[in-house]
Nanobody, 119 residues
């Protein structure tokens, strides 16, 4: 098992910035890909961004150019730098780590952190 602990959410005005962090409890299997999903009220959970252990990244179109995902493999930690925040970015943000073995995907989730963008 992998425990993921998030920090950094909060209330910010439109146009502001926040940085989310997520630390995994251990290294090794399960951390091949680390990243962030979000879920707004009444909406499905969606991918925001992820980064592989090799540094390849993937972003949702809605956050490209505004958000940056990165990781520190030595610290088993993934970050999400969010700039130019918009009200529509308001959601619970969940840290995710996943890996594959035997044709199956193994997902691990954090508890979620609230991000609210409002004036």
């Amino acid at each position: 098992q992998v425990q993921l602990v998030e920090s950094g959410g909060g209330l910010v005005q439109p146009g502001g910035s926040l940085r989310l962090s997520c630390a995994a409890s251990r290294s090794g299997f399960g951390l091949n890909v680390m990243g962030w999903y979000r879920q707004a009220p009444g909406e499905q959970r969606e991918l925001v961004a992820h980064v592989t252990s090799g540094g390849s990244t993937n972003y949702a179109d809605s956050v490209k150019g505004r958000f940056t995902v990165s990781r520190d493999n030595a610290k088993n930690t993934v970050y999400l730098q969010m700039n130019s925040l918009k009200p529509e970015d308001t959601a619970i943000y969940y840290c995710n780590a996943h890996d594959w073995a035997g044709g199956y995907r193994y997902d691990y989730w954090g508890q979620g952190t609230q991000v609210t963008v409002s004036s």
